[in-house]
């Protein structure tokens, strides 16, 4: 059974610290997603990860692929009330050909004063 | 760049009454995909169209149904509701699925009572 999982699932961090969300994958894919939610809206495209090694960093968040371990992280540096919302990681295990992304159940954050 | 657009933005109905979602496309992007999240489920992939044709469903009963019209709009029907199908759908849409992250709508808000 193909499984995407996230940890933690909620995480409380205060503004200014550094923590890092992990995104644990059972099959091989060489393309991982990370999506960001904000409550009630839609999921918003942060990073796609291509390759193994890969590594992108966007202001405060910088995400990275090991396709050998099938492991992604995203580290959030020096956190800000702004980054609250609920973060997922996707895989794409068919290399496009099913259509469908695999996601986890998401990482609630939030970022307090 | 131009969003995703989904509608109703929020649909109220009881058990046994049919539903119809509504997506609209986007110039260029001829592959449409559905996804159900529901409280606690994470995103799960319901179904994909592309070029008017049925490629890929999930794990879903058949009373779950879609189809993409020429100008590549896209309709999410379900019949016979059950409270279990409370849930947001989300659309989204992608013009290369094989790298291009797919880029989602507001969704539809499904209430069943």
């Known amino acids: 059974e193909l499984k995407v999982e996230q940890n933690p699932l909620f995480l409380s961090m205060q503004e200014g610290k550094n923590y890092t969300i992990y995104c644990n994958y059972s099959?091989?894919?060489?393309?991982l997603y990370w999506y960001r939610q904000d409550p009630g809206k839609s999921l918003e495209s942060l990073f796609v990860?291509?390759?193994?090694?890969a590594v992108k960093q966007e202001g405060r968040l910088m995400a990275s692929l090991d396709t050998k371990a099938r492991l992604s992280t995203l580290h959030i540096t020096a956190a800000v009330h702004d980054l609250s919302a609920t973060y997922f990681c996707a895989v794409d295990p068919y290399g496009g050909s099913q259509g469908n992304l695999i996601f986890g159940k998401g990482t609630k954050l939030s970022v307090k004063p | 760049e131009a969003g995703v657009t989904q509608s109703p933005t929020h649909l109220i109905k009881t058990r046994g009454q049919q539903a119809t979602l509504r997506c609209s496309p986007i110039?260029?992007?001829?592959?449409v995909y559905w996804y159900q999240q529901a409280l606690g489920l994470g995103l799960q992939f319901l179904l994909w169209y592309d070029e008017g044709e049925e490629r890929n469903r999930g794990n879903f009963p058949p009373r779950f149904s879609g189809r993409q019209f020429p100008n590549y709009s896209s309709e999410l029907n379900v019949n016979a509701l059950e409270l279990e199908d409370s849930a947001l759908y989300l659309c989204?849409?992608?013009?290369?699925?094989?790298?291009?992250?797919?880029?989602f709508g507001e969704g539809t808000r499904l209430s069943i009572l």
């Open positions: 099959t091989t894919s060489d393309r």
């Open positions: 110039s260029g992007h001829t592959s």
């Open positions: 989204a849409r992608s013009l290369v699925e094989v790298i291009c992250p797919q880029h």
């Open positions: 990860l291509l390759s193994n090694g």
